[in-house]
């Protein structure tokens, strides 16, 4: 074989890989993933009357809003999945799986999201600024966040708090991460309802 045929021949084997490997990235489909709230064994004990709680507004720091799930390579070092997806934007998918934890553990059908809709009576209110929420399949997923419980008839602040919840993630896949992302949720949504508790008993 001339040295003219032999590169030939090895350019059109790269562009025959590079075909097949781009063919194949683009059959693969993405996947969808939701952050679930607690189940029902999880319910409190009704309190003296029902509560009224409002959730939000929620704050998320821009390197997660985006469709894709966020890894984290190093504490310097984030990396977005290709084909691992938010089913709903993450900020409004944390809010509502709050909201329903707060229901569930609070005993009371009476949450509202933030932004509502017309002047809801609110009893309690609860302002949460995440500044992370990442991990990595096969290791863990850390929560970090700042909330604040107010008192929404006098606008009076009961609590400001700092939670950092850390949750081993099982398994090696997405399966795993979210779940334990949706344990973390519920990490913090036992601590915001336990401080809403002992603030409607004083």
Same mark, same amino acid.
């Given at each position: ?33 939701? @952050? ?10 009704? @309190? ?20 894709? =799930? ?14 691992? +997806? ?15 934890? @707060? ?18 009576? =609110?009893?309690?209110?609860?302002? !949460? ?16 966040? +700042?909330?604040?419980? =107010? ?33 973390? !949720?519920?990490?913090?949504? +036992? ?10 008993? +004083?």
């Amino acid at each position: 074989m001339t040295r003219k045929y032999f590169f030939q021949a090895i350019a059109i084997a790269l562009c025959a890989s590079s075909l097949m490997l781009f063919g194949c990235t683009r059959s693969m489909p993405p996947k969808f993933y939701l @952050l679930h709230p607690l189940q029902e064994a999880a319910a409190g004990k009704q @309190l003296a009357h029902s509560l009224s709680i409002g959730v939000g507004p929620v704050h998320m720091p821009e390197y997660l809003d985006r469709p894709q =799930i966020v890894t984290r390579v190093s504490p310097g070092e984030v990396r977005l999945a290709d084909f691992e +997806r938010w089913a709903e934007p993450l900020k409004g998918n944390f809010s509502r799986v709050l909201g329903e934890n @707060l229901s569930l553990l609070l005993a009371t059908d009476r949450i509202s999201i933030f932004p509502w809709t017309g002047a809801p009576h =609110i009893d309690y209110r609860v302002i !949460v600024e995440v500044t992370r929420f990442d991990g990595a399949p096969g290791n863990a997923v850390l929560l970090d966040s +700042r909330w604040s419980l =107010i008192q929404e008839q006098d606008r009076k602040t009961l609590m400001e708090k700092r939670s950092v919840i850390t949750i081993p993630a099982e398994g090696q896949d997405f399966n795993g991460l979210v779940a334990a992302q949706s344990k973390a !949720v519920a990490g913090l949504s +036992r601590e915001i309802a336990a401080a809403i508790k002992a603030a409607a008993l +004083r």
